[in-house]
T-cell receptor
Framework: GQQVMQIPQYQHVQEGEDFTTYCNSSTTLSNIQWYKQRPGGHPVFLIQLVKSGEVKKQKRLTFQFGEAKKNSSLHITATQTTDVGTYFCAANAGGTSYGKLTFGQGTILTVHP | GAVVSQHPSRVICKSGTSVKIECRSLDFQATTMFWYRQFPKQSLMLMATSNEGSKATYEQGVEKDKFLINHASLTLSTLTVTSAHPEDSSFYIC??????????FGPGTRLTVT
């Protein structure tokens, strides 16, 4: 089945530093989504990227979708303690699997004040 | 909008008993609901896809007779863990879509089987 590799698994930063997590797929994706899960909580939808080379911003968060639609990244500028949590990418292969997501392993972000 | 509830939030049961978990979309009609399992500090593993009025589609390796899914209405899906064993202890999360691609997750159910 489809696999999505996400790195790094863990990231520890000082408050104010930047943070980036990456996702890679061996197959072309219909779209890719990003979710955030706070400790003890459930995943919350952040954004969906659909177009090749797409870049979207949400305040300090920047999301990119690769030109080949096989990779994506999430970059947080000047992290804050409220950014703590696990960030997951989730790929949608489309076709008969429309709507079904394959989640990356997640990156656990720790922010030290 | 797009709120999904899950009940119960926590359940402890004895080995051999069955547990039912409910997933409800509160303010939208969910055309599709998904059931995931998550172990500590790990990713979400899709167990099955549930469409209202039809049989659930299970992922490879998931026993359909052990994890019974019923999607009786556009706002309710249930997962029943039958004859639970300690290895079934996990965090079970449902999600729902209303026709778009994004999934809205319930708060999860932490199951402990003793």
């Amino acid at each position: 089945g489809q696999q999505v590799m996400q790195i790094p698994q863990y990231q520890h930063v000082q408050e104010g530093e930047d943070f980036t997590t990456y996702c890679n797929s061996s197959t072309t994706l219909s779209n890719i989504q990003w979710y955030k899960q706070r400790p003890g909580g459930h995943p919350v939808f952040l954004i969906q990227l659909v177009k090749s080379g797409e870049v979207k911003k949400q305040k300090r968060l920047t999301f990119q979708f690769g030109e080949a639609k096989k990779n994506s990244s999430l970059h947080i500028t000047a992290t804050q303690t409220t950014d703590v949590g696990t960030y997951f990418c989730a790929a949608n292969a489309g076709g008969t699997s429309y709507g079904k997501l394959t989640f990356g392993q997640g990156t656990i972000l720790t922010v030290h004040p | 909008g797009a709120v999904v509830s899950q009940h119960p939030s926590r359940v402890i049961c004895k080995s051999g008993t069955s547990v039912k978990i409910e997933c409800r979309s509160l303010d939208f009609q969910a055309t599709t609901m998904f059931w995931y399992r998550q172990f500590p500090k790990q990713s979400l593993m899709l167990m099955a896809t549930s469409n209202e009025g039809s049989k659930a589609t299970y992922e490879q390796g998931v026993e359909k007779d052990k994890f019974l899914i019923n999607h009786a209405s556009l706002t309710l899906s249930t997962l029943t863990v039958t004859s639970a064993h300690p290895e079934d202890s996990s965090f079970y999360i449902c999600s729902a879509t209303g026709g778009g691609n994004e999934q809205y997750f319930g708060p999860g159910t932490r199951l402990t089987v003793t």
